[in-house]
Nanobody
């Protein structure tokens, strides 16, 4: 299962971006998708995730500013990022896990997309 992350870029503080994570390949279902980020010199951290039931969770640092959503028909998950701050600058990665065939799971990572928040 391949994940294609896109939507990063350079934005001024207070601005918005929407990241997309599109899944392709052969699979039965996607159980959960998460967005992670890794700032330079720091460990990768979970930003937000959504499971197959639509339950979402967010890191405290992004609550109220970021929204994760999924379009099951398009096998795509979005991360809407508003009120961006310089500390949101990082490479953002999506991760998905689910079932390829009964009894065989998958866990895939996208290639990362750079988000830079700077004036």
């Amino acid at each position: 299962v391949q994940l294609q992350a896109s939507g990063g870029g350079l934005v001024q503080p207070g601005g918005s971006l929407r990241l997309s994570c599109a899944a392709s390949g052969s699979f039965l279902s996607i159980d959960a998708v998460g967005w992670y980020r890794q700032a330079q010199g720091k460990q990768r951290e979970l930003v937000a995730f959504v499971n197959s039931g639509g339950v979402t969770n967010y890191a405290d640092s992004v609550k109220g500013r970021f929204t994760i959503s999924r379009d099951n028909a398009r096998n795509t998950v979005y991360l809407q990022m508003n009120s961006l701050k310089p500390e949101d600058t990082a490479v953002y990665y999506c991760n998905a896990h689910g079932r390829r065939i009964p009894g065989l799971m998958f866990n895939s990572w996208g290639q990362g997309t750079q988000v830079t928040v700077s004036s």
